[in-house]
Structures are given as C-alpha cells and as structure tokens.
C-alpha cells in the first residue's frame, strides 16, 4: 500500500520566509522544510495498481500555470480546539481550480470524490491537545506576506507516518502548460 496525495512546494525563498514565523507556542509541532507544502488532493493509502492509474491520470491533466503568495495566518480546530496552524494563499482560485481538474481525474479511475471543502493553504504547525492557545501566535502574524512565486508543476507525494510526524517524497511531477 502507498500512501499518497497531490501537492505543491513552494520555492526555497517563501519556506524560508514562513520558517521565520515558527515558534513560540509550547506543544506545536512545527513543519520541517521538507512538510511544507500546499496540498491540492489528498488520496490516501492505495494498492501498487491504483496508483499507477492514478501517476496516468495525473500525466493527462492540462492546466495552465498560475501564481500565488502567501497571505496570512489560520487555524483549524477539532471542537473549538486549535489542531493546526496554516498560512493561506491568495488568490485561491487558479489552485481551486487545479484541485477540481486533479479531482476529477482521480474520480474516473473509481477514486471517491473529493467531499470536503477545499481551502488551499501550507500547514505550519499540528497542535497538541496540551498546546499553549496560539491566539497571540495568530495575532502576531495576521499580516504574513510573501510576494507571489509561480506555480509551474505539481507532484505526486507519497507519504510515510513516523514517530516525529509525516515524510513526504515526491514520485512524479507534472508540468503546468504555458498557456490554458
């Protein structure tokens, strides 16, 4: 079984950008350099042959390349309760739009569809139950912006769990066309 899912990384420049924004929340576990990145389909564990269904369907998708730049902070939460910290990416709708092609892709080789809404953003940190309140942490970096960098390709990840948290490799990169 492979673990996997679509994303993309940002340029060296803008991880290191957003690495200066981490810390200072006790029980946060901030990403590595190598876990930032903005996912644009998770697909989950799959067997040798679907996957390679799905590395042929990803080859097939035509999509123009696009820029984008980090624009502030969030969080999302389990019952009111912060679970992790993400910086967003503005504007959404070129990413939005690619998540809905790569989705589509996916359900015509019997993937289930996508269901949950989408929000394209870089997680930054997964919280513990026991984590400080990141309201301050928010507050401080609200404004966070990093001027737009161009999004030529996409990859195929797969992902290893582990003590210390997700390893992502990438397997496959597929380029974004010049033009639509």
Known sequence: MQ??????RP???VREAL??????IPGARWQSDDQLHVTLRF?????????????LALAAIRYPRFDVAIDGVGAFDSRGKPN???AG???RDAATGLHKKIDQALVRIG??????????HITLARMARTAADPDRWLADHAGLAIPAFAVTHFLLFESRLGSEGASY?????????QTE
Request: proline content about 8%.
């Open 43 to 55: 697909i989950g564990e799959v067997e040798r042959p679907v996957a390679e269904d799905v590395a």
């Open 19 to 24: 690495r200066r924004t981490m810390g200072g």
């Open 111 to 120: 993937l289930a569809a996508e269901h949950r809404a989408y929000l394209p």
């Open 3 to 8: 673990r996997l899912f679509v994303g993309f």
């Open 11 to 13: 340029p060296l420049m």
């Open 84 to 86: 992790a910290l993400w």
């Open 89 to 91: 990416i503005r504007p």
């Open 169 to 177: 490799d990438a397997i496959e990169r597929y380029a974004l066309t």
